[in-house]
Structure formats: C-alpha cells, structure tokens
C-alpha cells in the first residue's frame, strides 16, 4: 500500500520559515494536499492540488511537490500556526502522512 | 457556512455494531464526494471509507473493509457509516468530511468518538 513519510517534528522561531515534508514513491504523479490541525480541533485544509490555497488561508502558507516529495513552506511563522500538519495524496484510496508537530519557538 | 455535524458516537463492546451519521449543510451535499476519516486520541487521521457524489464509487481501507458500510442519502443531505464486528483498534473520532474531488477533503466535521471496549 501507498505510504507518506514525514518528519514527526519541525522547530522554527517566530518570523522564520518552517519547512515540512512529505515524502512518497512518484508522488510528483499525484496531487498532494496538506491539513492543519491545531490541538482540540478537526483539520483544516491549508494547501490543495500542491500549491493552491483555499479562500480564507494567509498567503505565507505555500505549497510545491517535485520528484518523491512535497513540501508545505510556512513564511514569517507565527505563533498561532504552531500544530499537526499532514500531508495527503490520492492512490486509489486516500492516503495521509503521519503528521508532523510544527513547534514555534 | 457549512457544517457537517456527525452523530452516533458511543462506547460499545467489541464485536458489536455502531451506526454514525453526518448531516451536511451549507453546502450543495450531491455535488460532494464524501468521507469518513478517523484519528485515535493523540495520533494520526486514517483514512476509513469514500463514496461519490452520486453514490456509485465505494472505497474502503484494508482495516475495515467487509465490516463497515459506507452509504449517502443526498435527499436528506446525510452521510452514514454502519460499523460491524467493532474491534478495539476501531476506537477513534470519526470525522465526516466532504471534498468538490476525490483528491482532497475542503470541510470537516467536529468529529464523533467511537469507543469500542469491554
């Protein structure tokens, strides 16, 4: 079965840029999305199709996919932008990363 | 605004049954494919079941297939998940959560827990 590995941690300091991954077998074939998920909440949606941004979601939040892997870029991060965020594809069945804890130190 | 609302969370025992529902507004619901995605406390979303717009396409995860049944009532703008022969690793919320495609989810529900225990 289809598998998304990512880093189970990622630190930025506030103002910087965070960085996350996503990584999976040919996924530049595939549309990868990526959820936000703050403590006590359900998702939210933050990156569709590998780059676009629905209504609503700062600009500093960016998106790429190239080769094995797709990455969520976080510009001038800030504190409320601290939570889980996953990584999602589609392979015949809906596929998700294991998270990665985003800490804003 | 849309809202997806989820119902039927409960503890249950191991090998019983469950049935949740999600009532779906602001939204065009037959015009949305449909999921039901669960995550246990502290961990990771899984990915549970799909069906179309229209109902026609049906898609399980390996973990449950052949025990929980996906349905749509685009009537009464509703979404179901029968669970059957419920094992313990099937404790989770469940989110009922809907996509304009099938490659990503655009809302999500509050989520309702499903815990299956002696």
């Known amino acids: 079965s289809y598998e998304l590995t990512q880093p189970p941690s990622v630190s930025v300091s506030p103002g910087q840029t965070a960085s996350i991954t996503c990584s999976g077998d040919?996924?530049?074939?595939?549309?990868v999305s990526w959820y936000q998920q703050r403590p006590g909440q359900s998702p939210v949606l933050v990156i569709y199709?590998?780059?676009k941004r629905p209504s609503g979601i700062p600009e500093r939040f960016s998106g790429s996919n190239s080769g094995n892997t797709a990455t969520l870029t976080i510009s001038g991060t800030q504190a409320l932008d601290e939570a889980d965020y996953y990584c999602?594809?589609?392979?015949?069945?809906?596929?998700f990363g294991g998270g990665t804890k985003l800490a804003v130190l | 605004e849309v809202q997806l609302v989820e119902f039927g969370g409960d503890l249950v025992q191991p090998g019983g049954s469950l049935r949740l529902s999600c009532a779906a507004s602001?939204?065009?619901?037959?015009?949305?494919?449909m999921n039901w995605v669960r995550q246990t406390p502290g961990k990771g979303l899984e990915w549970v079941s799909f069906?179309?717009?229209?109902?026609?396409?049906?898609h399980y995860a390996d973990s449950v297939k052949g025990r929980f049944t996906i349905s749509r009532d685009n009537a009464k703008n509703s979404l179901y998940l029968q669970m059957n022969t419920l094992r313990a690793e099937d404790t989770a919320v469940y989110y009922c959560?809907?996509?304009?495609?099938?490659?990503?989810?655009?809302?999500w529900g509050l989520g309702t827990l499903v815990t299956v225990s002696s």
């Open positions: 959560a809907s996509g304009y495609s099938s490659s990503w989810i655009d809302y």
């Open positions: 602001g939204l065009t619901f037959r015009n949305y494919e």
């Open positions: 069906i179309s717009s229209g109902g026609t396409t049906i």
């Open positions: 040919r996924l530049w074939n595939k549309y």
């Open positions: 199709q590998d780059s």
């Open positions: 999602q594809a589609w392979d015949s069945r809906m596929v």
